[in-house]
């Protein structure tokens, strides 16, 4: 067992001397507080940023009624320059944020997920650009909310 | 678990269209099950999406993501026939890797 340990150990350390393994060194932790936030202004602060600005450089589509909200389809774009980052926020559920997705060089700022709404109210997407939080929001109703089921 | 992960790609020109449909449960921790009991959350935490050794997406997903995910994407310097490897990992520290094959 030793044995295997230290061959390991020495594979590990060759790799990651060769570049290899440069993900694993930098491996993503889930942003535990951002995803317990319980405001906009709450998830924007965890996510690193403060006063986003609206614009129309943000695109959300959604429906503007959600018959199911265990099932909303939604589509977020960005039009800003080097978009790095893009999130989904729903105001009046339990927790405020969604989702996020990293974007990186050579992949479009445009993602199409579906979410869980538990009542009526404003989705907002959040676009990180040159280190500033943009968004865009837009009220979906829901007839039958989608949390608690 | 068992299900594999439903991958559709598209290729126009060098910028591929993913699709993918993950099997799981995706339970907020808020819904009670017949019984009145709370049935304990258990969701996607973290998915990577790698490429040639490039992450092309990554997220970090709340319970608010619906039941049985859905996402689509576009990323650019993809060629018809190599491999697409999606990773997630949920609360409970289950994961699942699987490998698609552009068309």
């Not at chain 2, 997220?59 to 026939?81: C, D, E, M, T």
Request: proline share 5%; aromatic share 6%; glycine share 8%.
């Amino acid at each position: 067992m030793k044995q295997d340990r230290r061959a390991f150990l020495r594979l590990v350390s060759l790799m990651t001397a060769a570049g290899m393994l440069p993900r694993l060194a930098h491996a993503e932790t889930w942003n535990q507080a951002a995803f317990a936030a319980k405001s906009v202004d709450d998830v924007v602060k965890l996510l690193g940023g403060s006063a986003p600005q609206q614009s129309d450089q943000v695109i959300l589509n959604g429906p503007e009624i959600a018959e199911n909200g265990a099932v909303v389809p939604l589509e977020i774009s960005s039009k800003l320059p080097g978009t790095e980052s893009i999130a989904i926020l729903i105001e009046k559920n339990p927790n405020t944020l969604a989702a996020t997705f990293n974007i990186p060089p050579g992949t479009l700022p445009d993602v199409q997920t579906r979410v869980k709404m538990n009542e009526t109210c404003n989705v907002y997407a959040l676009a990180k650009s040159d280190g500033k939080f943009y968004y865009a929001a837009k009220e979906i109703k829901v007839t039958l909310g989608g949390c608690g089921g | 678990m068992a299900n594999a992960i439903k991958v559709r790609s598209k290729i126009e020109g060098d910028v591929a269209l993913i699709r993918l449909l993950i099997s799981h449960p995706m339970e907020t921790g808020l819904r009670k099950d017949t019984e009145g009991q709370l049935v304990p959350a258990h969701f996607i935490e973290l998915l990577t999406i790698t490429y040639q050794d490039r992450t092309v997406l990554s997220a970090q997903w709340g319970p608010a993501v619906s039941r049985n995910p859905y996402l689509a994407f576009r990323f650019k310097g993809a060629q018809k026939g190599e491999k697409l490897r999606i990773t997630w990992v949920d609360n409970k520290g289950e994961s699942q890797t699987d490998e698609a094959v552009l068309e």
